[in-house]
């Protein structure tokens, strides 16, 4: 019903800089939060930043003040800017989003992940 679409994983040298994207489609009624989760390898899943629709956010204690998420509602768009990269920010990042599907039709929707290489 929700597809999410991330985009602009790649390899970055450290104190580099990668900005990625998720674009929702399919049957939106409205979107409520979105974010953005990695997993790196041997390692749970953990989030590392979320946002409303309003704009309230939400960031992991090892990205604050380096990672920045922003949200296009016009564009069903959630953006992530990942300054200052770091090795360990290494991981498969996931796109999120919890969208209403109808007026009494919530779900939790996941996109296919993209993989960040932080390494010189």
């Known amino acids: 019903q929700v597809q999410l679409v991330e985009s602009g994983g790649d390899l970055v040298q450290p104190g580099g800089s990668l900005r990625l994207s998720c674009a929702a489609s399919?049957?939106?009624?409205?979107?409520?939060?979105m974010g953005w989760y990695r997993q790196a390898p041997r390692k749970q899943r953990e989030l590392v930043a979320a946002i409303t629709r309003g704009g309230g956010t939400n960031y992991a204690d090892s990205v604050k003040g380096r990672f920045t998420i922003s949200i296009d509602n016009a564009k069903n768009t959630v953006y992530l800017q990942m300054n200052s990269l770091k090795p360990e920010d290494t991981a498969v990042y996931y796109c999120?989003?919890?969208?209403?599907?109808?007026?009494?039709?919530?779900?939790?929707?996941w996109g296919q992940g993209t993989q960040v290489t932080v390494s010189s």
């Open positions: 399919g049957s939106i009624f409205r979107i409520n939060t």
């Open positions: 999120n989003g919890n969208v209403d599907t109808g007026l009494r039709s919530r779900g939790d929707y």
